[in-house]
């Protein structure tokens, strides 16, 4: 887009400004210096608490629409490579810094952080206060913002801050589609080390899905054909898979009525359904239940999450800003009464938020953070083999299987090894 403004100096070779702002809707503007691409990104600015990983933050397509800020001071020490992006491209909208590296240093380095952003024309800003910024954000919640450097920096600030109170906020966003694949697509475990025929076949609703999770499944000796968001049950039941699973993804779950309605066939179908982030809202929704945006949300990969039916705790990488709204005390029947019962398996130890789903009477589970954390912990990777006792279950005993009792089969059976 334009020329790398990374420079610690007080201007450029083209002769504008270095200078940036972040505007942010309820009047508070941040001065630092243009970092990565010049020009103008508008989103809703949230923080990151990952202290590694931040190319695999930016990569994450849930950070569709969003100005992300890292709490770390440091960013872009070990510059990036062609390995570790989540998906085909940089999905925040914005990205905010306090020290930015002047060069990488690491064996992996492809290419500094700096020039990735000005190759991909993502606006950041560097050199602001994120540890006010985040204070900010957790007392105000996270809210719409802007990004201005190069020329838009020298517009007058009332004018910057009309625009960033013009844009549309993230509550009624329907953000999957946009993140999506266009044309489906298989992983196969043949490509990742899996000897033999595969175990399973699964279609995987692509609503933001990052990379890893289909070769975490792969790993493990499952197929799976990943969809795009707007597949329907005739896609599904072309594949004849023994599982469904749903993705992470951006924007705000009571848009996904498509979605929905599609898990609620699957349900009625009783075919196996695993689903994280985005797709734990999306059962949420397909039960009957609410949908709720949070203050500020859950971005990090340092989120302490409880197991309520064994009491054992996880930390967990998260990325989300709705939460699903269902009582967390006991099980319950759903609201959708024709999927039985269902209970809420894990929350946050932070604020009790439901971090996850297990149906009673029917083969679904799913968790609202992300056990495939490319970049962070690793408590929740037995969450695919959980999925694929689920769907062996269910195969053995076709209707006589629940989520409830394969998750403490399968908890039990990893704390005997």
């Known amino acids: 887009m334009t020329q790398n403004q990374s420079s610690t100096s007080g201007g450029t070779s083209d002769g504008t400004s270095n200078a940036a702002l972040l505007v942010l809707e309820d009047g508070r503007i941040f001065r ?6 010049a020009g103008t990104a508008l989103g809703e600015a949230v923080f990151a608490t990952g202290m590694t990983g931040y190319q695999e933050t930016i990569t994450d397509p849930s950070y569709a629409r969003q100005l992300v800020v890292q709490t770390a001071p440091h960013i872009g020490n070990t510059g990036v490579n062609d390995e570790d992006a989540e998906s085909r491209r940089i999905w925040v909208a914005g990205y905010i810094v306090r020290d930015a590296a002047r060069r990488p240093s690491n064996w992996r380095s492809e290419r500094s ?18 540890r006010a910024i985040t204070r900010h954000l957790r007392e105000r919640g996270a809210m719409r913002a802007g990004i201005f450097s190069g020329a838009a920096a020298a517009r007058p ?46 279609a995987a609703l692509d609503l933001g899905i990052k990379s890893m999770t289909p070769k975490h499944f792969a790993r493990r000796g499952v197929r799976v054909h990943v969809l795009p968001a707007a597949a329907g049950m005739e896609e599904i ?46 059962l949420g929704r397909a039960l009957g239940f609410g949908t709720y945006k949070l203050r500020y949300g859950h971005r990090g990969i340092n989120q302490p999450v409880m197991d309520r039916r064994t009491g054992k705790v996880e930390i967990t990488s998260q990325n989300h800003g709705f939460a699903v709204d ?5 099980p319950t029947t759903a609201p959708e009464q024709r999927f039985g019962r269902v209970q809420v398996s894990h929350v946050s130890l932070n604020d009790d938020v439901v971090e996850g789903l297990a149906c009673l009477d029917i083969p679904a589970f799913s968790v609202q953070y992300h056990p495939e954390a490319a970049a962070g912990p690793h408590d929740s990777a037995y969450l695919f083999d959980r999925f694929i006792d689920l769907m062996a279950a269910e195969k053995q005993h076709p209707g006589a299987t629940d989520a409830a009792d394969v998750s403490k089969a399968t908890t039990d059976a990893k704390e005997a090894k």
């Open 157 to 202: 600030e009332a004018d910057l801050l009309a625009e960033v109170k013009a844009q549309a906020p993230m509550e009624g966003a329907r953000l999957a589609e946009e993140v999506s694949i266009e044309a489906a697509y298989v992983v196969d475990p043949a490509d990742h080390g899996w000897e033999g025929e595969p175990r399973f076949t699964i």
């Open 237 to 282: 039941r072309a594949l004849n898979p023994d599982g469904v699973f749903m993705s992470n993804g951006p924007g705000d779950p009571a848009t996904a009525d498509t979605q929905v309605g599609l898990l609620r066939q699957v349900l009625e179908a009783r075919l196996p359904f695993f689903g994280i982030c985005f797709g734990n809202q999306i």
């Open 113 to 130: 952080l700096d020039e990735e952003l000005v190759a991909q024309g993502i606006v950041g800003i560097q050199g602001v206060d994120t």
């Open 32 to 37: 630092g210096r243009s970092y990565g691409a």
């Open 326 to 330: 269902a009582p967390t005390e006991g």
